[in-house]
Nanobody, 112 residues
Framework: QVRIVESGGGLVQPGGSLRLSCAASGSICSIYVMGWYRQAPGKQRELVARITSGGSTNYADSVKGRFTISGDNAKNTVYLQMNSLIPEDTAVYYC??????WGQGTQVTVSS
């Protein structure tokens, strides 16, 4: 059974930083099939960042240059380092394995 657990959300002021962590159980969830998504109130869930099977990274245009995804394959854990946060980054952030298995989400609120 696959279990996805996110952590690291919270309240931060504009310009601040947060680091999210996502640990996955199950051998089918290597870091190369995991990604970070977010959903703001009234909006659709969107891809934020992922690591591809070739080891490269993909980012939403809105977070390029500010967010960095990384992973530890030995731990089946991916991280999302979020810098220069802006209020528009406020959302529930979800980690997913293969876009099939999802964590419970962690709230990120950027506000002064």
């Amino acid at each position: 059974q696959v279990r996805i657990v996110e952590s690291g959300g919270g309240l931060v002021q504009p310009g601040g930083s947060l680091r999210l962590s996502c640990a996955a159980s199950g051998s089918i969830c290597s870091i190369y099939v995991m990604g970070w998504y977010r959903q703001a109130p009234g909006k659709q869930r969107e891809l934020v960042a992922r690591i591809t099977s070739g080891g490269s990274t993909n980012y939403a245009d809105s977070v390029k240059g500010r967010f960095t995804i990384s992973g530890d394959n030995a731990k089946n854990t991916v991280y999302l380092q979020m810098n220069s946060l802006i209020p528009e980054d406020t959302a529930v952030y979800y980690c997913s394995c293969r876009s099939i298995y999802w964590g419970q989400g962690t709230q990120v609120t950027v506000s002064s």
